[in-house]
């Protein structure tokens, strides 16, 4: 699959991933506040498909709870993409907003 394809295949998994984390994590709103799919990455032989995710409170148990309800993301996303090979979805957390927010309090620390 050329480059032009799968960067469109990203841009539709991550529409439809961000629904379906919506979708089975209703009830955890209060746990995480707010989830935020930030990225994604399709590997160039479709194996998988990762997903960077980050949230405002309890990031460290947010892929974790996101494994648990794998299996049904995956299958809604199997049942929405009509191509031959269907990549693995993989959850990765996305930490550069701590990172942006660390920069961020170190300049303001600086006075100048």
């Known amino acids: 699959m050329n480059k032009e394809r799968i960067k469109k295949l990203e841009?539709?998994?991550q529409e439809l991933i961000t629904g379906f984390i919506f979708e089975e994590l209703e009830d955890s709103e209060k746990?995480?506040?707010l989830i935020t799919v930030t990225g994604t990455k399709i590997s160039p032989d479709l194996s998988y498909l990762d997903i960077f995710v980050s949230s405002i409170k309890n990031s460290e148990s947010l892929t974790k709870t996101l494994a648990k309800h794998n299996h049904g993301i995956q299958k809604k996303f199997n049942k929405s993409v009509p191509i031959r090979k269907l990549p693995r979805i993989r959850f990765r957390y996305d930490d550069?907003?701590?990172i942006w927010q660390e920069v961020c309090n170190t300049i303001n620390s600086l006075n100048i």
């Open 96 to 98: 550069s907003w701590a």
């Open 11 to 13: 841009s539709v998994a």
């Open 31 to 33: 746990d995480f506040w």
